[in-house]
Every structure is written in structure tokens, then in C-alpha cells.
């Protein structure tokens, strides 16, 4: 057995020197005046304040030609149509299902939605929907892309795509839906044998890298036999780096989870997660990145 | 003044303070890591302590969403041992209800609810050592929660505590001026277009002072909003140079 | 309870992975998580401590008031628990949400920690029938990710260490009426004996082993678990079976053999560090919650 006692740390100061803090950025506090030209369009985070252009959120400007927004630090999950998400399951309504995906409100999974066994054109039955629980239920985790956006907000989702689906054995982790970069696919088979689903909205799947026989099984049936040490070993290490990455507000994309993943190597599994480790690796991987960056 | 000197003749209060002096206040964002926002608030030897989740899908009864705005959720507690004599319940008394209720509306006035139609945003605040001026203490830490969490407000709401004695209006009261019989005002400001999210006051003036008490409790809101800024403002800094590309 | 939700698939990795004594968070099935320990955090109390394990984070504060002894004990003070569990840990928690939880936890505390194998409750006792000294130990929880009464357990063992109590002088008038004095001098002050306070091992049965600290997700996947409390020398003062499942008097056995273990090796790190803090005295800063 094992057991480590500290006391705390005190957190270390990050020295903002003058160059460095302010690196360009434009940030902003609730209540400061962004701008009080006319000519801008009202983005997220911002109101408009006796004809002044307001920020209400603590974060960095953002401007795209005309539209001016501020993205805050932290935030519920704010979903664009074409975002890949991880959800779970809440409910199981009449024709839909509510996911839990991190946003405002329960993100919705229409039966017409997602594709049922036997082939993407087939008609919904009244079979079909009294068989949705055997389909998906009330825990089960699914992949899923924003498919529209209702106007309060809430998010509706569809799985017509064999990428998407249901998740089988593996693990969640849950991060802020802003350390989570954008890229053009958010699926990666990582060379370090273990696959990983970066949700936009900061909920992460690791799982062990599919074989071929699963493809065809329509995304409902899922393996329960067991994954193999060697793979666990790699989640399991990948989990502890996501959430010291995390911890450390860097951005997570393939390339700084595997550069984690590596420096992470020389470290036993279950120390990834100390104070003094975690500051370790995640230097090592910042350093990583910023000489590749060149 | 039952004994105690809250203002001795050289204009120096009980800890030492001058009239208009605020307390030392040191805050933190970012507390926990499981809710949305969290902060935690030193005023003098007052803590506490505010958590915020949300905002997220109304639970329990349906019946209270709003379909045009969201729905803000309060609880004030304290905990057990935050006083000098020991609380027998944390919370559910008629204070903490009354103290819930007013959090509530001072951040209505703040939050932009009408942005999260049907949602609701939960404000959990928690006082951990009471020496005076807890409504203030909650009202600044829950501030800093809200804007941990990325929930849009008008602006911050600042909160402070005001008395008068023998014609001289103090700023931030601590425990023992608040129980020295004297008045006490709280006031909750929007600080920059200095509107007032709540005010209260529970003994009885003379109109002829209600300004210059009402003028002091303001000129404390603003100066603490100037510390809450600066909090958040390192805090947005820190996490910004860390996140750079 | 908090609670988290998890699907058949990630309940069967999690079970697989504790049968391969690796969990999924890379840590066998007797490894605790880091933790955090710091006392003398509430400076209005008596004694206080705060401890963090993983992202379970409780605060126990102790304040010691003069009472009247029980009648059937005349001669030993007692110890009071509260536990709060606050709207803070989770939402779940708000309102009346907490109080079950907490009524539950604070009784089992009550039987582990307030008999005299455990603490001197003499060493308590001013005026044998009149007055003596009453502990209120009240557990404030603020977040909630598993493990509860090993938290709890290991933060109150802090803040028993962390307690003074003031010395108290009896004078008696002519008329044989006592008067009780509280000693003015902070440092005039009595401190407890804590070597026999045990710590609580919770084990959870996940398939056909068990583990120790266990993650609100592991709980999830549990039926049933083991609560243990242990002393230093390794005896044990409680037992209880928590949960809604069932559990077979051979693995009940098996995990009462192990919680003796664990929990015996719990007292030796902690008390090393708490003796080491104190021994920092003033040089320590403190870091309650600004850090």
C-alpha cells in the first residue's frame, strides 16, 4: 500500500513581467468599456452599455472584422453546429433523448437523428421507439456532433456517422470546454496505443484503439470483454496527463497529450498526479512545445 | 455606548482602524475544481466562502423555469463553528433564509439572466469565521465565483457595511462595532454606474445623516471594488500567459 | 450521497481494472490518493484542520464549551459531532438535500471516536458530576469525490492534535460553592492525548477484490463496503457494513485483514507530520484557502 501525506504548498506566484503578460492580448474585466465606436456588432460576452460596447465576462478580446467578442476563461459549454461532443445520457423522452453535455441546458438526441441498425435509410417504426432503451440508456455515454442549435440554446445532436455513437470500455475525463483546441478532427489513434476523443466540450474519451471486427456493429454493441493490462496501463497514464495538463491550463490537442505522455515515462503511473510531478512533466511538455513551434 | 469606545477621540476605532479604513482583504478564484466557479474572501477575520454551478438545466420541479430568463438559485450558510458561540444548524433559520433571499436579489440586478432562458445558476456561499459585514463577505466572494464561472454581469456587485457613531460614519464594520447597538447600513453597489443592487438598513437615523452614511458605505464599495478588480485581473492574467499558444 | 453516473461498459473497465490491480487512475487496489493535510486553519475555534484527498475536501472545526457530565459517566467528558453537508460539495446537497447524509456520518463518527479507548475521556472531566468539557467537533465538507469517513477520520485525528483547551483553576468559597476559571494565558492550556484516536479505512468490494480510497466512480460500481476503524497498535474499535449489496462472512474476513493493515500503517505518516508541522511553529505560512 501507499499513502502520501503533505502539507500544502504555498502556490507559486507566476511572474508577469511586462512583456509576457500582456503578450498583445486584449482583457477585460465585467463592467470595462471595450469600445464606444458604433460601428461594432455585439458579440458573446459583451452588452451594450448607453451606446458603449460592454464587456460582461472576465476574458480576451476577440474581433472578426465587425463582431467584437469576449471568451471567457472558463465557461459552460458553448456549442457551434459541427462540434464533436461526448455526452451521457439522462433521459430517455418519446422520440429523443437528453444528453448531458457540459452546456446550458440538456443537449437533445432525436431518434430520426442517429442511425439504427440496418441501414442509414430506414424508416422509424413504432418499434423503434419503444425499443430506444435498448438502444441507448439512462449512463450511457455516446460521441455525437452539434447538429443545430435551438434558439434557447440548447444543443441538438446527431450520431449519423459511423465515427459517432456509443461508447463502449474506457475512460471520461472532464476538463473546461476551453482548454480543449479546436482542429480539424478531434478523433486520434495516438502512437502510444490508446485512442482518444477530444470533445469540444471539454468532456474527453480515452479508449483502447479499435480493431477492424467492430466497424460494421452500427455503434450499439459494445465489447464487454476485457482490455488487455498493457492497454489500461496507457489510459490510465494518459488520464493522469490530461488532468495535470489541465491543472496547468494548457491547451489539449494530439501533440501536447503525447508530449505529456512522454515526458510522463520516466514517472510511475500514480505519481503523475503530485504536486511537484505534475509541475515537472508539464514544464518538460511546455518546453516540447514551444521548440517545436521553433 | 454600553462601554466599549467604538471611536476614541483621536478618530481611532476599536482595531485601530481610522474611520473610512476598510480591513484587510485578501481573496482567491478558483477554489475547487468540481463546480463551475469558486472563490474564497478574507475580510479582516471575516471568511467565506462561494461556490457557483450552473448554469445548467433547472432541476427538481419544472415549475420554476422561466422561459425568458434563467433562474438564480441561492444559499447562504454558516458553518457550525464560524461564530464565537457555536451555531446549532448551519442553515435553514430565519437569517440564513432572509440573508439567501437577499443575495438572490442583489444578484438579479447583476447577472444577465435573460441570455440562459429556462436555466438555472446556483450560488452557494458559506461563511467559515463571522466577524461582521457577512453580507458583504458573501456578495464579494459569490462576485468573484460568477466571474470564475464565466456567468456575463453587468458589472461586479461590491458589498459593504456602514455605521455612525457620534456623527462620524464608519466603514466595514467587524463584529464588535456591528453588536454595539449603533446602525448599521449594508449596501450592495454596481460600482461603476454606481447603482444600488440592494440596501438595507436596520436601526433607526436621523434623516439628516442617512446621506452621509449612505456617501461612506459607497466610498467603501468602490474602494473594495478596486481590490476585487485587481483579483480578478491577476487571476485573468496568470491563467492567460499560462494558456498561450 | 453525491453521485455520479456511469454506463455498464465504463462499470465493467473499471471492475476488470481492479481485478488487474490497476485502477483508472493508475494506482493499485491499497493505494491512497495524495493528500493534503494543514491545521490550525479557523482561528476561532479550539482546534481545526483541513484535509484534502484528491478532490474530496473537508474542513473540521472543534470547539470545547463546559457542560454537565452524563449521569452514567460522571467523571468523563464527551465529544459532540456535526457534519455538514453543504450546498458547496455539491447541489445535491442544498437545503435538506445533506441532512440524511449527515446524520448518517456523524453517528458513525459518534461510535468510533467517543469512547475511551480512543481518547482520554477523563483527561475531559473538571468537576467530577458538575462540569466537564465538551468537544463539539463539527466536520464542514466541502468537496465531495469519495472516501468521505477516511477524510473525515484523518481530519479529525488532525484537529484533536490541533486542540487546546484552556486550563481551568476551581476555587471554593467559604459556603463550599465552587467557581470555575478559565485561565487567561493562550498558552496556559491543556492538549489531548491523540496516539489512540483510530482512522477509518473504508474498503469497497469491486467484483471479487476490494480497494481502499475509493473514487465516487468506483463507489458507483460497488454493492457494498467495509468500514474499519483502527487504532495504531491495529485494533480494531469498529466495524460496519455500509451499502445496499451483501457481503460473505469469508471476504468480510478477507477485508477486515486488510483494513487492519492500511489503517494501522495511516497513523505512522500522519502523526510524523503533524508533529512536524507544530515543530515549524510560526515559520510555517499558512495556506488555508488563498493558495
Given at each position: 500500500?501507499?499513502?502520501?501525506?503533505?502539507?500544502?504548498?504555498v502556490?507559486?506566484?507566476?511572474?508577469l513581467s511586462g512583456?509576457q503578460?500582456?503578450?498583445?492580448?486584449?482583457?477585460?474585466?465585467?463592467g470595462d468599456?471595450?469600445?464606444s465606436?458604433?460601428?461594432?456588432?455585439?458579440?458573446?460576452?459583451?452588452?451594450?452599455?448607453?451606446e458603449?460596447?460592454?464587456?460582461?465576462v472576465?476574458?480576451e478580446?476577440?474581433?472578426?472584422?465587425k463582431?467584437?467578442?469576449?471568451?471567457p476563461?472558463?465557461?459552460r459549454?458553448?456549442?457551434?453546429?459541427?462540434?464533436?461532443?461526448?455526452?451521457?445520457?439522462?433521459?430517455?423522452?418519446?422520440?429523443?433523448?437528453?444528453v448531458?453535455?457540459?452546456?446550458?441546458?440538456d443537449?437533445?438526441?432525436?431518434?430520426?437523428?442517429?442511425?439504427l441498425?440496418g441501414?442509414e435509410l430506414?424508416r422509424?417504426?413504432?418499434?423503434?421507439?419503444?425499443?430506444?432503451?435498448?438502444?441507448l440508456?439512462?449512463?450511457?455515454?455516446?460521441?455525437?456532433?452539434?447538429?443545430?442549435?435551438?434558439?434557447?440554446g440548447?444543443?441538438?445532436?446527431?450520431?449519423r456517422?459511423?465515427?459517432?455513437?456509443?461508447?463502449?470500455?474506457?475512460?471520461?475525463?472532464q476538463?473546461s470546454?476551453?482548454?480543449?483546441?479546436r482542429?480539424?478532427?478531434h478523433?486520434?489513434n495516438?502512437p502510444?496505443g490508446?485512442?482518444?476523443?477530444?470533445?469540444?466540450?471539454?468532456?474527453?474519451?480515452?479508449?483502447?484503439?479499435?480493431?477492424?471486427?467492430?466497424?460494421?456493429?452500427g455503434?450499439?454493441?459494445?465489447?464487454?470483454?476485457?482490455?488487455p493490462?498493457?492497454?489500461?496501463?496507457?489510459?490510465?497514464?494518459?488520464?493522469?496527463?490530461?488532468?495535470?495538463?489541465?491543472?496547468?491550463?494548457?491547451?489539449?490537442?494530439?501533440?501536447s497529450?503525447?508530449?505529456?505522455y512522454?515526458s510522463?515515462?520516466?514517472h510511475?503511473?500514480?505519481?503523475?498526479?503530485?504536486?511537484?510531478?505534475?509541475?515537472?512533466?508539464?514544464?518538460e511538455?511546455?518546453?516540447?512545445?514551444?521548440?517545436?513551434?521553433? | 455606548?454600553?462601554?466599549?469606545?467604538?471611536?476614541?477621540?483621536q478618530?481611532?476605532?476599536?482595531?485601530?482602524?481610522?474611520?473610512?479604513?476598510?480591513r484587510?482583504?485578501?481573496?482567491?478564484?478558483?477554489?475547487?475544481a468540481q463546480?463551475?466557479?469558486?472563490?474564497?474572501?478574507?475580510?479582516?477575520?471575516?471568511?467565506?466562502?462561494?461556490?457557483?454551478?450552473?448554469?445548467?438545466?433547472v432541476?427538481g420541479?419544472?415549475?420554476?423555469?422561466?422561459?425568458?430568463?434563467?433562474?438564480?438559485?441561492c444559499?447562504?450558510?454558516m458553518a457550525t463553528?464560524?461564530?464565537a458561540?457555536?451555531?446549532?444548524?448551519?442553515?435553514?433559520?430565519?437569517?440564513?433564509?432572509?440573508?439567501?433571499?437577499?443575495?438572490?436579489?442583489?444578484?438579479?440586478?447583476?447577472?444577465?439572466?435573460?441570455?440562459?432562458?429556462r436555466?438555472?445558476?446556483?450560488?452557494?456561499?458559506k461563511?467559515?469565521?463571522?466577524?461582521g459585514?457577512?453580507y458583504?463577505?458573501?456578495v464579494?466572494?459569490?462576485?468573484?465565483?460568477?466571474?470564475?464561472?464565466?456567468?456575463?454581469m453587468?458589472?461586479?456587485?461590491?458589498?459593504c457595511?456602514?455605521?455612525?457613531?457620534?456623527d462620524?460614519?464608519?466603514?466595514?464594520l467587524?463584529?464588535?462595532?456591528?453588536s454595539g447597538g449603533?446602525?448599521?447600513?449594508?449596501?450592495a453597489?454596481?460600482?461603476?454606474?454606481?447603482?444600488?443592487?440592494?440596501?438595507?438598513?436596520?436601526?433607526?437615523?436621523?434623516?439628516?445623516?442617512?446621506?452621509a452614511?449612505?456617501?461612506?458605505?459607497m466610498?467603501?464599495c468602490?474602494g473594495?471594488?478596486?481590490?476585487?478588480?485587481?483579483?480578478?485581473?491577476?487571476h485573468?492574467?496568470?491563467?492567460?500567459?499560462?494558456?498561450?499558444? | 450521497?453525491?453521485?455520479v453516473?456511469?454506463?455498464?461498459?465504463e462499470?465493467v473497465?473499471?471492475?476488470?481494472g481492479?481485478?488487474?490491480?490497476?485502477?483508472?487512475?493508475?494506482?493499485?487496489?491499497?493505494?491512497?490518493?495524495?493528500?493534503?493535510?494543514?491545521?490550525?486553519?479557523?482561528?476561532n475555534?479550539?482546534?481545526s484542520?483541513?484535509?484534502?484527498?484528491?478532490?474530496?475536501?473537508?474542513?473540521?472545526?472543534?470547539k470545547?464549551e463546559?457542560?454537565?457530565?452524563?449521569?452514567?459517566?460522571?467523571?468523563?467528558?464527551?465529544?459532540?459531532?456535526?457534519?455538514d453537508?453543504?450546498?458547496?460539495?455539491?447541489?445535491?446537497?442544498?437545503?435538506?438535500?445533506?441532512?440524511?447524509l449527515?446524520?448518517?456520518?456523524?453517528?458513525?463518527l459518534y461510535k468510533?471516536f467517543?469512547?475511551?479507548?480512543?481518547?482520554?475521556l477523563?483527561?475531559l472531566c473538571i468537576?467530577?458530576?458538575?462540569?466537564?468539557?465538551?468537544l463539539?467537533?463539527?466536520v464542514l465538507?466541502?468537496?465531495?469525490?469519495g472516501?468521505?469517513?477516511?477524510?473525515?477520520?484523518i481530519?479529525?485525528?488532525?484537529a484533536?492534535?490541533?486542540?487546546?483547551?484552556?486550563?481551568?483553576?476551581?476555587?471554593?468559597d467559604?459556603?463550599?460553592?465552587?467557581?470555575?476559571?478559565?485561565?487567561?494565558?493562550?498558552?496556559?492550556c491543556?492538549?489531548?492525548?491523540?496516539?489512540?484516536?483510530?482512522?477509518?479505512v473504508?474498503?469497497?468490494k469491486?467484483?471479487?477484490?476490494?480497494?481502499?480510497?475509493?473514487?465516487?466512480?468506483?463507489?458507483?460500481?460497488?454493492v457494498a463496503?467495509l468500514?474499519?476503524?483502527v487504532?495504531?497498535?491495529?485494533?480494531?474499535?469498529?466495524?460496519?457494513?455500509?451499502?445496499?449489496g451483501?457481503?460473505?462472512?469469508?471476504?468480510?474476513?478477507?477485508?477486515t485483514?486488510?483494513?487492519?493493515?492500511?489503517?494501522?500503517?495511516?497513523?505512522?505518516?500522519?502523526?510524523?507530520?503533524?508533529?512536524?508541522?507544530?515543530?515549524?511553529?510560526?515559520?510555517?505560512?499558512?495556506?488555508?484557502f488563498?493558495?
Amino acid at each position: 500500500m501507499a499513502v502520501d501525506m503533505r502539507l500544502p504548498t504555498v502556490r507559486k506566484q507566476i511572474s508577469l513581467s511586462g512583456s509576457q503578460s500582456t503578450d498583445g492580448k486584449h482583457l477585460v474585466v465585467p463592467g470595462d468599456v471595450i469600445t464606444s465606436d458604433t460601428g461594432f456588432m455585439r458579440g458573446h460576452g459583451t452588452y451594450m452599455d448607453d451606446e458603449k460596447l460592454t464587456a460582461s465576462v472576465a476574458g480576451e478580446v476577440e474581433r472578426v472584422n465587425k463582431l467584437i467578442c469576449v471568451r471567457p476563461l472558463k465557461t459552460r459549454f458553448n456549442g457551434e453546429v459541427g462540434d464533436v461532443v461526448v455526452g451521457r445520457i439522462t433521459e430517455v423522452q418519446q422520440k429523443r433523448w437528453k444528453v448531458e453535455t457540459n452546456s446550458r441546458l440538456d443537449s437533445v438526441l432525436l431518434l430520426s437523428s442517429v442511425n439504427l441498425p440496418g441501414g442509414e435509410l430506414r424508416r422509424r417504426s413504432a418499434e423503434d421507439e419503444l425499443a430506444m432503451r435498448d438502444y441507448l440508456q439512462e449512463g450511457d455515454l455516446i460521441s455525437a456532433e452539434v447538429q443545430s442549435v435551438f434558439s434557447d440554446g440548447a444543443l441538438s445532436l446527431h450520431t449519423r456517422s459511423l465515427k459517432y455513437g456509443k461508447l463502449g470500455q474506457g475512460v471520461l475525463v472532464q476538463v473546461s470546454p476551453s482548454l480543449v483546441k479546436r482542429q480539424k478532427t478531434h478523433f486520434h489513434n495516438l502512437p502510444c496505443g490508446a485512442s482518444i476523443i477530444l470533445g469540444n466540450n471539454g468532456y474527453i474519451w480515452l479508449y483502447p484503439t479499435p480493431g477492424q471486427q467492430d466497424e460494421e456493429a452500427g455503434g450499439y454493441y459494445t465489447s464487454l470483454e476485457p482490455v488487455p493490462l498493457p492497454d489500461r496501463e496507457v489510459i490510465s497514464r494518459l488520464r493522469n496527463c490530461l488532468l495535470a495538463l489541465a491543472a496547468h491550463k494548457v491547451l489539449l490537442y494530439d501533440t501536447s497529450v503525447l508530449y505529456c505522455y512522454e515526458s510522463s515515462l520516466s514517472h510511475q503511473m500514480k505519481d503523475i498526479l503530485k504536486p511537484e510531478i505534475m509541475d515537472e512533466i508539464v514544464m518538460e511538455t511546455r518546453q516540447r512545445l514551444l521548440e517545436q513551434e521553433g | 455606548m454600553a462601554g466599549l469606545e467604538l471611536l476614541s477621540d483621536q478618530g481611532y476605532r476599536l482595531d485601530g482602524r481610522r474611520a473610512a479604513e476598510l480591513r484587510k482583504v485578501q481573496a482567491r478564484m478558483g477554489v475547487f475544481a468540481q463546480a463551475d466557479g469558486s472563490a474564497y474572501i478574507e475580510q479582516g477575520n471575516t471568511r467565506a466562502l462561494a461556490v457557483v454551478y450552473g448554469p445548467h438545466e433547472v432541476r427538481g420541479s419544472r415549475s420554476k423555469t422561466l422561459h425568458d430568463r434563467a433562474v438564480i438559485n441561492c444559499q447562504y450558510s454558516m458553518a457550525t463553528f464560524s461564530t464565537a458561540e457555536r451555531k446549532r444548524r448551519p442553515h435553514g433559520d430565519r437569517k440564513s433564509s432572509e440573508m439567501s433571499l437577499h443575495l438572490k436579489q442583489t444578484f438579479e440586478a447583476a447577472v444577465l439572466t435573460q441570455l440562459y432562458p429556462r436555466s438555472q445558476i446556483d450560488i452557494y456561499v458559506k461563511i467559515l469565521q463571522s466577524d461582521g459585514g457577512n453580507y458583504s463577505a458573501c456578495v464579494n466572494a459569490a462576485t468573484l465565483a460568477l466571474v470564475d464561472a464565466g456567468i456575463p454581469m453587468r458589472d461586479y456587485v461590491c458589498a459593504c457595511t456602514a455605521g455612525f457613531v457620534e456623527d462620524t460614519p464608519l466603514a466595514d464594520l467587524c463584529h464588535a462595532e456591528e453588536s454595539g447597538g449603533g446602525t448599521t447600513l449594508a449596501l450592495a453597489l454596481l460600482p461603476r454606474s454606481e447603482n444600488i443592487a440592494l440596501v438595507q438598513m436596520d436601526a433607526r437615523l436621523h434623516q439628516d445623516h442617512l446621506d452621509a452614511l449612505m456617501e461612506a458605505a459607497m466610498m467603501a464599495c468602490k474602494g473594495l471594488s478596486k481590490v476585487l478588480d485587481s483579483v480578478v485581473r491577476q487571476h485573468l492574467q496568470e491563467v492567460s500567459v499560462l494558456t498561450r499558444e | 450521497m453525491a453521485t455520479v453516473q456511469v454506463s455498464e461498459a465504463e462499470k465493467v473497465y473499471v471492475m476488470h481494472g481492479v481485478r488487474d490491480d490497476l485502477r483508472v487512475d493508475g494506482r493499485g487496489c491499497e493505494d491512497y490518493r495524495h493528500m493534503e493535510i494543514e491545521t490550525d486553519v479557523v482561528s476561532n475555534t479550539d482546534g481545526s484542520a483541513k484535509v484534502s484527498l484528491g478532490h474530496t475536501d473537508i474542513l473540521v472545526g472543534i470547539k470545547a464549551e463546559i457542560g454537565k457530565p452524563r449521569p452514567m459517566v460522571p467523571d468523563e467528558g464527551y465529544l459532540e459531532f456535526f457534519v455538514d453537508c453543504s450546498a458547496n460539495a455539491t447541489p445535491e446537497f442544498e437545503g435538506r438535500g445533506g441532512e440524511e447524509l449527515g446524520v448518517e456520518l456523524s453517528n458513525t463518527l459518534y461510535k468510533v471516536f467517543n469512547n475511551r479507548h480512543s481518547l482520554d475521556l477523563r483527561s475531559l472531566c473538571i468537576c467530577p458530576g458538575e462540569h466537564c468539557w465538551v468537544l463539539y467537533v463539527d466536520v464542514l465538507l466541502l468537496q465531495c469525490d469519495g472516501n468521505l469517513f477516511d477524510a473525515m477520520s484523518i481530519a479529525i485525528k488532525a484537529a484533536l492534535f490541533n486542540t487546546r483547551i484552556p486550563k481551568v483553576h476551581i476555587s471554593e468559597d467559604e459556603e463550599g460553592v465552587k467557581e470555575i476559571e478559565l485561565s487567561d494565558d493562550p498558552y496556559d492550556c491543556m492538549r489531548l492525548n491523540v496516539e489512540n484516536v483510530p482512522c477509518i479505512v473504508t474498503l469497497c468490494k469491486i467484483a471479487h477484490r476490494h480497494v481502499v480510497d475509493a473514487t465516487l466512480q468506483e463507489k458507483a460500481c460497488s454493492v457494498a463496503s467495509l468500514l474499519i476503524s483502527v487504532t495504531h497498535k491495529g485494533m480494531v474499535t469498529c466495524v460496519r457494513k455500509l451499502g445496499r449489496g451483501s457481503l460473505d462472512p469469508d471476504s468480510i474476513f478477507e477485508m477486515t485483514e486488510t483494513g487492519k493493515r492500511v489503517g494501522k500503517a495511516l497513523h505512522a505518516p500522519l502523526m510524523e507530520l503533524l508533529q512536524k508541522e507544530e515543530s515549524l511553529g510560526k515559520k510555517r505560512q499558512k495556506v488555508g484557502f488563498l493558495a
